[in-house]
Structure formats: C-alpha cells, structure tokens
C-alpha cells in the first residue's frame, strides 16, 4: 500500500543534531499512525517513537526520551524525527513505518536511512 522513504541521515559529532523526514506516497497518510524504529550494528531492531493521526499524542523510548521529538505535517504526507544531542549509541540505521489499523502492528516499512554519530 503506502511506499515510505526516509532521508536526512548522516554523520553527526556527538552532541549534535540531524533531523529525519520520512514521505509517504499516499493522500491517506493522515489516517496512519506513523513509527520510528532503529536497528544498531549486531542489534536487535528497537522502537523509538510513534505519532498517532493527529499528531498530539506522541509515544518514545526511553533511551530517547527528551532528545527526540516525533512530528508529523499531514498535509505533506510527512512525518519527522527531530534527533538532538545524539550519542555514539544512537548510531544505526533509522526506519519509519505504518500502522494503518493504529493497532501497534506495522504493516508497511520504509527502506531506512543511516545515522552515524562520532564519538
């Protein structure tokens, strides 16, 4: 169904500040709750924030809690992770998806972007 890419990853110091965007290629983006995830080298993937369709309830993990801001614009049919004074551990690469029945279960992923953080 929606195609999702995500863009804005790069190589950061630490203490610094990226911002991803992930674009969905559907009118209905509006009626998706929208995750990000991240995957770390030799990790397990792990949750780190979800937006619900109006954008004012707002879910994050806690090794991101206070760092991290998930937003979304859906007249742009995009959602963002505003990612500031990020870590050597946050490093890993970042997926976005969808949740079209905003039952916790992601049907549709993104194809991810990098994120490195130097230490």
């Known amino acids: 169904q929606v195609q999702l890419v995500e863009s804005g990853g790069g190589l950061v110091q630490a203490g610094g500040s990226l911002r991803l965007s992930c674009a969905a290629s559907?009118?209905?983006?509006?009626?998706?709750?929208m995750g990000w995830f991240r995957q770390a080298p030799g990790k397990e993937r792990e949750f780190v924030a979800k937006?619900?369709?109006?954008?004012?309830?707002?879910y994050y993990a806690d090794s991101v809690k206070g760092r991290f801001t998930i937003s979304r614009d859906n007249a742009k049919n995009t959602v963002y992770l505003q990612m500031n004074s990020l870590k050597p551990e946050d490093t890993a690469v970042y997926y976005c998806?969808?949740?079209?029945?905003?039952?916790?279960?992601?049907?549709?992923w993104g194809q991810g972007t990098q994120v490195t953080v130097s230490s």
């Open positions: 998806a969808a949740d079209y029945g905003g039952n916790g279960r992601y049907e549709q």
């Open positions: 559907r009118r209905t983006f509006s009626s998706y709750v």
């Open positions: 937006i619900m369709r109006s954008g004012g309830i707002t």
